[in-house]
């Protein structure tokens, strides 16, 4: 299974890229059937709240892994990057929890910052999660199919060096939609 992964990681990526995505919008669209999920009390008022310190947390991972691979520590790198990627797949599942049973959090705030600034902001925040979740996948599955020596002759390093950013960015923007929903408004 290692194997056939490692000679087809584009197309892996790609069948991961679409259940995952399948999920989120079948999530957010309420496709997804309520049912299908048990409903624990109190969870639900918890999440934005746990998504809000993952998100925190996940940022914080992210940079160090950065800045420990500019500073050639690659195993510090790899636990970092691989832990934000945990942390990525914990939010998203209580995300989807959250809204297959809910739907989406309204915005209660004035209607000019919810025209002007969260509207604007929550869209560049899910295009970001949309593009970085084919980028990740590519990058994570290089980098769990190879040994670190094989791993500087793919395209590893190139994608990554957007992947991060965008991913820093969407963590980010996340962080502020969840401070105009949960905490401003």
Not at 50 to 66: D, F
Not at 69 to 79: G, L, S
Not at 95 to 121: A, C, H, N, Q
């Amino acid at each position: 299974m290692h194997q056939q992964i490692k000679q087809n990681v584009p197309a892996v990526t790609g069948v991961l890229t679409l259940l995952s995505l399948g999920f989120v919008f079948g999530a957010a669209l309420q496709i997804i059937p309520s049912t299908v999920f048990p409903h624990v009390s109190g969870l639900i008022a918890v999440i934005p709240h746990l998504n809000a310190g993952i998100s925190l947390t996940a940022i914080a991972l992210i940079s160090a892994g950065w800045y420990f691979i500019r500073n050639d520590a690659v195993e510090k790198h790899q636990y970092a990057m691989v832990t934000s990627f945990g942390l990525f797949v914990a939010f998203l599942g209580l995300y989807l929890y959250r809204v297959t049973l809910e739907g989406p959090s309204p915005f209660l705030g004035p209607d000019v910052i919810k025209t002007y600034v969260y509207l604007p902001l929550l869209a560049i925040h899910i295009l970001l999660a949309i593009v970085c979740i084919p980028l990740l996948y590519y990058v994570l599955l290089l980098a769990l199919t190879r040994p670190v020596s094989e791993l500087y002759a793919t395209n590893h390093r190139r994608v990554a060096r957007i992947a991060a950013p965008l991913w820093l960015i969407s963590f980010f923007l996340g962080v502020v939609v969840y401070g105009l929903l949960h905490v401003v408004y």
